[in-house]
């Protein structure tokens, strides 16, 4: 059974960062394309990043050149890091592999 556990999430500023991880259990991170999600209350949940298996990554064009996510296949986890946040970028953030989604971290810019 497959199983994705978000966490990182928070309050951060404007302009600040944040790093959100994905611990998998059940598949391998180092042989799956795992990607990140997220998601505004009333509005469908959008594309953010994905990491393939051999390694190729793939960027929204609204994140693209702030976020970066990788992987960690000594510690099964994929990581989404987030770098010059805008308001914009609240939302809740899911993990996803192929069907299975985790529970979702919350993210919050404000000031």
């Known amino acids: 059974q497959v199983q994705l556990v978000e966490s990182g999430g928070g309050l951060v500023q404007p302009g600040g960062s944040l790093r959100l991880s994905c611990a998998a259990s059940?598949?391998?991170?180092?042989?799956?394309?795992m990607g990140w999600y997220r998601q505004v209350p009333g509005k469908q949940r959008e594309f953010v990043a994905v990491?393939?298996?051999?390694?190729?990554?793939n960027y929204a064009a609204s994140v693209k050149g702030r976020f970066t996510i990788s992987r960690d296949s000594a510690k099964n986890t994929v990581y989404l890091q987030m770098n010059s946040l805008k308001l914009e970028d609240t939302a809740v953030y899911y993990c996803?592999?192929?069907?299975?989604w985790g529970q979702g971290t919350q993210v919050t810019v404000s000031s």
């Open positions: 990491i393939t298996s051999v390694g190729s990554t």
């Open positions: 059940g598949i391998f991170v180092s042989i799956n394309a």
């Open positions: 996803n592999n192929k069907a299975t």
